[in-house]
């Protein structure tokens, strides 16, 4: 048996001299062999385990083994120990196995009856410990590496950078953010009878049961004949009564070198963003920013994003010069090195630059966040910006929502005052003496108050949820269903009265007595781009331009790829209807593989082409007639590419809600299957209804769709520990 202080890492399986294996341990490979063939692991969970039993592990850690290596393939990063016992069990069912008897057989009974022995026989094994494969930390089994990066994010996310405010900031603070009295006048004049005091709590973020003289308010308004005359609600509505949430993400960032800041849609993620940087680069000119996003089409909505926004805000004309307006991805910015997982830049090469903002962090994984954060310099600010709700990432992890599982906790005392100064919002005090209360509350039921306590004040003091829609107001279906789905428990009966109640939400049942209906909707969402479709000329590409905006206001969504309301069976569906329809060319048949209109989505990178998964065209014909796709790029030109020329794609009339992620259309369809699937949660049916702006229409199963609301996504991890106990 090796000693455990050895370094496994520097040993090949070849260099490892193996004791012969009990007849009880290779029974353990036989049953996850067995496990395999039927698919209950995967082919790699069973090697990783055969690989453990070759450097000497018992049937306890071949077991941890294969279900560590499981758990990793379906997100999670680590596999709580109390877990393996239901686990085990789950396969042993599956198998038709009775798995106590099966368990004390292999002789690894602990799993069900002593969890104390277990943790014991794990932590001594020879493949668990600092140089081994797997590590054992907070109760869970990781793969060594993933250990580290969790470690690495919690120590880059606490690490204490001392950051200086002037009174010049402050000052600067308040300009950006001043009320903007315009918009509440416009309100104001499109109908003058509704409620002053809701317009104000609105427009200008009023807290609720303010002591404000709202007879006085109602007089000003009377009065007024133009929106400056709605200037002397300042002294009426000072900012004592007011709690502006993208002000103080703002003042957060200022304040914080490590800032994340959560909004769903239309809370105004990206105003914020063009805000802050104006004011932290009216602090320091001479910051050096760079923005990211984990995909190329997040990146080219980030940019479109900021650069309309820098269009739209008055801002000081030599301020929002220093902007930067181009985002890249995160691949690109950490430099791809082929046929390698490596990046050019590491904690041995870091990256140059002052400030780093992460758009749509919910899609980041964990490997490719701590990648990121190692190459980050030690002085370096970072914004993290997203929607906690969303989808989490593909790959392993949920970063964005592990950090912000401290969000509710309210700010410290010494953090809610110095925001408090800033923003002059006396309210973050009042929320930080409730915070304050709670957690001593929770502490007289305990003898000391815990270190997750005390730990869990220092990371919230980083975080700012965007908590108001200026997209979806009261008025609005899609925003009142989103936060209905996010608060749970939402039941068919009340889905069915929502989507009757708003002119903004449509139902169908998804049955066959609706193919009508998704026929006609297909049509008049598909139509008006196919319609318009004519050559293009290469010298003026607005057409093109134009098109692939058509294209993009209406888009189908779906829950999987496969099966009958799959991405590929409704992307036929689309073909077959619009073909009927006499919308598609009819010189080019859909056997065909090319024809005019069709719409592709690329699934790969292509960094010489300026292509990256996500990115959408449609395929058109030049003036010489040669078929063509064409791509409207992030800074906002239009490439064309010839068909052969494309990195792998696939056509997307529809497209699943985890590629949606990071773009938004005008009507959105989501069509949901009437069969329960794994994938069907909340936060998949949160984030395929919040990709609406103006339209949503469901196809599904009402009392399905109410049940995925209650099944909330889970994915092991402990990052929230580490940041807890950091």
Request: glycine share 6%.
């Amino acid at each position: 048996m090796l000693d455990k202080n050895n370094n496994l890492g520097t040993k090949s399986v070849q260099g490892i001299i193996s004791e012969q294996l009990s007849a009880s341990e290779q029974d353990m490979l036989a049953l996850l062999k067995r496990c395999q063939l039927n698919q209950q692991i995967r082919p790699i969970d069973f090697h990783f385990a055969k690989f453990m039993a070759q450097l000497g592990a018992d049937n306890l850690m071949q077991l941890a083994a294969a279900l560590v290596s499981q758990q990793l393939g379906g997100g999670h990063i680590c596999l709580p120990i109390d877990k393996i016992g239901s686990l085990f069990h789950q396969h042993c069912l599956q198998l038709g196995i009775d798995s106590k008897v099966e368990s004390e057989r292999l002789q690894v009974s602990c799993i069900f009856h002593d969890q104390q022995q277990m943790h014991y026989a794990l932590n001594e094994s020879i493949c668990c410990g600092d140089d081994a494969p797997l590590r054992l930390q907070y109760d869970a089994l990781f793969m060594a590496r993933y250990a580290e990066f969790e470690q690495l994010i919690s120590d880059k996310l606490l690490q204490p950078i001392a950051v200086q405010v002037s009174e010049e900031s402050k000052a600067y603070l308040e300009q950006l953010f001043k009320p903007q009295y315009t918009y509440l006048w416009q309100a104001w004049q499109q109908d003058n009878t509704q409620s002053v005091q809701i317009l104000c709590e609105k427009f200008l973020d009023v807290i609720d049961n303010a002591a404000v003289d709202w007879g006085a308010v109602a007089a000003v308004f009377s009065k007024a004949n133009c929106a400056d005359d709605l200037n002397s609600l300042a002294t009426l509505i000072s900012n004592h009564v007011r709690c502006d949430w993208q002000k103080i993400s703002a003042a957060l960032a200022l304040t914080s070198a490590r800032c994340v800041i959560s909004g769903g849609p239309g809370t105004g993620k990206t105003t914020t963003v063009v805000k802050l940087l104006a004011l932290l680069l009216h602090a320091e000119p001479d910051l050096m920013i760079k923005m990211v996003a984990p995909t190329g089409k997040a990146a080219a909505r980030l940019t479109e994003s900021i650069t309309n926004a820098l269009a739209d805000l008055d801002l000081d004309k030599t301020v929002a010069q220093l902007i930067p307006t181009d985002a890249s991805t995160i691949h690109r910015l950490l430099g791809v090195r082929n046929n390698s997982a490596h990046f050019r830049h590491h904690e041995h090469n870091k990256l140059v630059l002052d400030l780093l903002l992460v758009d749509e962090a919910s899609m980041v994984d964990l490997p490719l966040m701590a990648k990121l954060l190692s190459a980050l310099p030690d002085h370096a600010r970072l914004i993290l910006l997203g929607d906690k709700d969303q989808l989490a990432s593909v790959e392993a992890g949920a970063v964005l929502g592990d950090i912000c599982s401290f969000i509710e906790s309210g700010y410290s005392q010494q953090k809610a005052q110095q925001l408090a100064d800033l923003t002059g919002f006396d309210s973050l005090l009042d929320q930080a003496n409730i915070a304050t209360a709670a957690a001593s509350e929770a502490a007289t039921t305990k003898t000391t108050i815990s270190q997750t306590a005390v730990s869990q004040t220092r990371m919230s003091d980083n975080l700012c949820l965007l908590k108001k829609s200026y997209r979806f107001d009261q008025f609005s279906g899609i925003g009142y269903l989103a936060s209905a789905i996010n608060k749970g428990g939402i039941t068919a009966a009340k889905l069915l009265r929502l989507c009757e109640q708003y002119d903004d939400l449509n139902y169908y049942p998804n049955d066959p007595q609706s193919d009508a209906i998704f026929e006609q909707l297909v049509i008049e969402g598909y139509g008006p781009y196919l319609s318009d479709i004519c050559a293009i000329n290469d010298d003026n590409r607005d057409q093109a331009k134009k098109l692939l905006q058509q294209f993009n206001d209406f888009k189908i969504l779906c829950a999987t790829r496969e099966q009958e309301w799959g991405v590929d069976n409704l992307n036929h569906r689309c073909e077959k209807i619009l073909q009927k329809a006499g919308l598609l060319a009819r010189r080019f048949d859909l056997t065909q593989t090319w024809y005019l209109g069709r719409p592709v989505m690329v699934t790969e990178n292509s960094y010489h082409l300026g292509l990256f998964n996500g990115d959408i065209g449609v395929c058109l014909a030049d003036q010489s007639g040669q078929l063509r796709v064409y791509f409207v790029m992030p800074d906002g030109s239009v490439a064309d590419f010839q068909p052969s020329r494309l990195p792998t794609h696939q056509t997307v009339f529809a497209m699943t809600v985890h590629k949606s992620q990071g773009s938004e259309f005008k009507h959105t369809l989501l069509a949901l299957p009437d069969y329960a699937l794994p994938v069907m949660n909340r936060e998949l049916i949160y984030t395929g209804i919040t990709r609406a702006k103006k339209q949503l229409t469901l196809i599904a199963d009402l009392s399905l769709v109410a049940s995925s609301v209650r099944n909330r996504a889970s994915r092991n991890s402990r990052l929230t520990e580490r940041l807890s106990t950091n």
